[in-house]
């Protein structure tokens, strides 16, 4: 029997573009707490998936606060229906010399670019995201060679496969939920990656010996926030921290706790997503 997974169809009442612009950055203002792990922007509105039937059902409650502006409408998407439409939409995205690719596209690959094959799935990592995008571009202005990485939150496996693919000594990948273990697995054996990226499953913040000269950081604006000192400890002496899923509005609170620790040394915007990099003084 396929696997279903609970969804929000969230709908715009919004006419206008203007309006639907408004609500669009409203809603994902509000879904940063709501833990989502897609978000497929359609027509009338988002598909919002998540982890658990029970995660849905407080978000839809939660979003059912915003007033007249949303309606969300709780759905099960089966994984097959989920997967054939992907097929019909997920294109090829360059982001400098990283090209990220369905297994069933092939991209147009020129002298010097990398590809990485991403079966979609659930999670964000596909490449399409702009958080996802922000952080293939930071990870591209730094110099990888030899150096070890640690990405938190892999999800689908995307980043450390890039960082792998970049020249990187080394890659930890970091995930608590089984199901992005289980796509980034997979994910590495579509790119031939297995023995260059070692993958963990559970929570980052009671692991040990995470320290890396690189650590990729794809999380939400309340989590680098919460988590700054533990993310900033993972940087070794003369390394990097590359941060994305923060909004604009995040930006400040995110920059006041890494600065604590880190210097801000480069800054990406696309849309209302921010990614940041610090480096350790």
Same mark, same amino acid.
């Given at each position: 029997?396929?696997?279903?997974?609970?969804?929000?169809?969230?709908?715009?009442?919004?006419?206008?573009?203007?309006?639907?612009?408004?609500?669009?950055?409203?809603?994902?203002?509000?879904?940063?707490?709501?833990?989502? @792990?897609?978000?497929?922007?359609?027509?009338?509105?988002?598909?919002?998936?998540?982890?658990?039937?029970?995660?849905?059902?407080?978000?839809?409650?939660?979003?059912?606060?915003? /007033?007249?502006?949303?309606?969300?409408?709780?759905?099960?998407?089966?994984?097959?229906?989920?997967?054939?439409?992907?097929?019909?939409?997920?294109?090829?995205?360059?982001?400098?010399?990283?090209?990220? +690719?369905?297994?069933?596209?092939?991209?147009?690959?020129?002298? #010097?670019?990398?590809?990485?094959?991403?079966?979609?799935?659930?999670?964000?990592?596909?490449?399409?995201?702009? +958080? +996802?995008?922000?952080?293939?571009?930071?990870?591209?202005?730094?110099?990888?060679?030899?150096?070890?990485?640690?990405?938190? &939150?892999? &999800?689908?496996?995307?980043?450390?496969?890039?960082?792998?693919?970049?020249?990187?000594?080394?890659?930890?990948?970091?995930?608590?939920?089984?199901?992005?273990?289980?796509?980034?697995?997979?994910?590495? #054996?579509?790119?031939?990656?297995?023995?260059?990226? @070692?993958?963990?499953?559970?929570?980052?913040?009671?692991? @040990?010996?995470?320290?890396?000269?690189?650590?990729?950081?794809?999380?939400?604006?309340?989590?680098?926030? /919460?988590?700054?000192?533990?993310?900033?400890?993972?940087?070794?002496?003369?390394?990097?921290?590359?941060?994305? &899923?923060?909004?604009?509005?995040?930006?400040?609170?995110? +920059?006041?706790?890494?600065?604590?620790?880190?210097?801000?040394? /480069?800054?990406?915007?696309?849309?209302?997503?921010? &990614?940041?990099?610090?480096?350790?003084?």
């Amino acid at each position: 029997m396929p696997k279903a997974w609970p969804a929000l169809d969230v709908r715009f009442t919004a006419v206008t573009p203007e309006a639907r612009t408004q609500t669009a950055d409203l809603l994902a203002a509000a879904l940063d707490d709501l833990h989502p @792990t897609a978000i497929e922007e359609r027509d009338a509105g988002w598909r919002v998936f998540f982890a658990s039937a029970a995660g849905r059902d407080a978000a839809g409650r939660a979003l059912a606060r915003l /007033g007249p502006a949303v309606e969300p409408v709780p759905i099960e998407v089966d994984d097959e229906d989920w997967a054939r439409r992907s097929q019909e939409t997920l294109g090829i995205v360059r982001v400098g010399r990283v090209l990220v +690719t369905p297994p069933w596209l092939t991209p147009p690959a020129e002298d #010097g670019d990398l590809v990485v094959t991403i079966l979609p799935s659930m999670g964000f990592g596909t490449g399409h995201h702009q +958080t +996802t995008r922000l952080c293939l571009a930071l990870l591209q202005a730094r110099d990888l060679s030899g150096l070890r990485v640690l990405d938190v &939150g892999t &999800g689908s496996g995307v980043l450390a496969i890039a960082a792998a693919r970049l020249g990187a000594a080394s890659v930890v990948a970091v995930d608590d939920d089984a199901d992005a273990i289980a796509a980034a697995a997979e994910n590495l #054996g579509l790119n031939g990656a297995e023995r260059a990226v @070692t993958l963990r499953h559970g929570d980052f913040r009671g692991m @040990t010996g995470l320290a890396a000269d690189l650590v990729l950081a794809n999380l939400t604006g309340a989590l680098l926030i /919460g988590q700054a000192g533990t993310l900033a400890a993972a940087v070794a002496p003369g390394g990097s921290l590359v941060a994305s &899923g923060l909004t604009l509005d995040e930006e400040e609170a995110v +920059t006041t706790a890494l600065a604590a620790q880190l210097a801000q040394a /480069g800054r990406l915007v696309e849309g209302e997503w921010v &990614g940041l990099r610090f480096d350790r003084r």
